[in-house]
């Protein structure tokens, strides 16, 4: 079983400013790790995610996000951040053998952003 | 349509109702996911489908009843519920277990 810990549940950061959530997780497998949003009343839209080869992944909105195998950790950033990007972002981890635990997610970490 | 999608968006409901949600996806993928979403809890996995057939069901009640009647469909089938189901039901895809699951929108739950 895999385990996700994302401990900010909350990040407020001024618009234009940098922003990094963090998530580490837990597994005895090899593993899948992604990132999610979810904007108020939608469900969730995946944003990146890393499956195997490079270690820094790109995503949409201007999102990135690094692997770190002996940290096991897949923080998330961006360099300049807008209004819009106010939301609920879930870090999720599956085993790459395909499990049938689907996807574990971290409680998640609502960036909110001050003008 | 694309993508994933649900019905009702919303749902109002008495704890002796029978209901029912329903999920699609125009994707072609394998697997299908039920979640529970409530406030102040992470999601919660309640059941997966791979190919049609159940593989996992996390200690749901059963008062939650799901059925996969072919890979495109997924159902939630819902009767004598608590207040305490209150929540948003979220419907899932991915191309096989393991990879990027794709979400619909949610149903909005609320049992009086």
């Known amino acids: 079983a895999q385990s996700v810990t994302q401990l900010d549940s909350q990040v407020p950061v001024f618009e234009e400013a940098p922003v990094e959530l963090r998530c580490n997780y837990s597994s005895s497998v090899s593993v899948y790790l992604f990132w999610y949003v979810q904007y108020p009343n939608q469900g969730l839209q995946l944003l990146l995610k890393y499956l195997s080869g490079s270690t820094l992944v790109k995503g949409i909105n201007g999102f990135e996000a690094e692997f770190n195998k002996s940290q096991t950790s897949f923080h998330l950033r961006k360099p300049s951040v807008h209004i819009s990007d106010t939301a609920e972002y879930f870090c999720?981890?599956?085993?790459?053998?395909?499990?049938?635990?689907?996807?574990?997610f971290g409680k998640g970490t609502h960036l909110i952003i001050q003008p | 349509e694309t993508g994933v999608t649900q019905t009702p968006r919303h749902l109002v409901m008495g704890m002796t109702n029978k209901k029912s949600l329903k999920c699609e996806q125009h994707l072609g993928h394998n697997a299908m996911y039920w979640y529970k979403q409530s406030a102040k809890k992470p999601l919660e996995l309640m059941f997966v489908?791979?190919?049609?057939?159940?593989?996992e069901n996390n200690s749901v009640p059963s008062r939650f009843s799901p059925e996969c009647p072919n890979s495109s469909h997924l159902f939630l089938h819902l009767h004598t519920l608590q207040p305490e189901d209150s929540a948003l039901y979220l419907c899932?895809?991915?191309?096989?277990?393991?990879?990027?699951?794709?979400f619909g929108p949610g149903t909005r739950l609320t049992v009086l």
């Open positions: 489908y791979s190919l049609e057939e159940r593989v």
């Open positions: 899932a895809s991915s191309q096989r277990l393991g990879l990027e699951q794709f």
């Open positions: 999720a981890v599956s085993d790459s053998g395909g499990g049938a635990d689907g996807l574990t």
